[in-house]
């Protein structure tokens, strides 16, 4: 089974930055397509980012410019660093893995991020 913990979710003003961090367990991120997906209240979850084991990325328009997604497969972590953040940035970010070899998902339980403007 794959275990996955976000942490750095926070509140800050419009502008600022996070960087959430994503640390998975009993698998190995190479065998993984990793991704971070946030929900807002009252709004379906959406993709922010994905990252796949060598090194392709993807990113919502709304992340476009503003965020970066990488991996340390050594480390098993996934982080998201996010920048100029905005209010519609606002909601709970997970983390999803998905095992390439068994076509599985995986989700964290979350970390909010809450951006005044």
């Known amino acids: 089974q794959v275990q996955l913990v976000e942490s750095g979710g926070d509140s800050v003003q419009a502008g600022g930055s996070l960087r959430l961090t994503c640390t998975a367990s009993?698998?190995?991120?190479?065998?993984?397509?990793m991704g971070w997906y946030r929900q807002a209240p009252g709004k379906q979850r959406e993709l922010v980012a994905a990252?796949?084991?060598?090194?392709?990325?993807n990113y919502a328009d709304s992340a476009k410019g503003r965020f970066t997604i990488s991996r340390d497969n050594a480390k098993k972590t996934v982080t998201l660093q996010m920048e100029s953040l905005l209010a519609e940035d606002t909601g709970v970010y997970y983390c999803?893995?998905?095992?390439?070899?068994?076509?599985?998902?995986?989700w964290g339980q979350g970390t909010q991020v809450t951006v005044s403007s």
């Open positions: 990252i796949i084991s060598g090194g392709n990325t």
């Open positions: 999803h893995a998905r095992n390439l070899n068994t076509m599985r998902d995986y």
């Open positions: 009993g698998n190995k991120l190479r065998m993984t397509a």
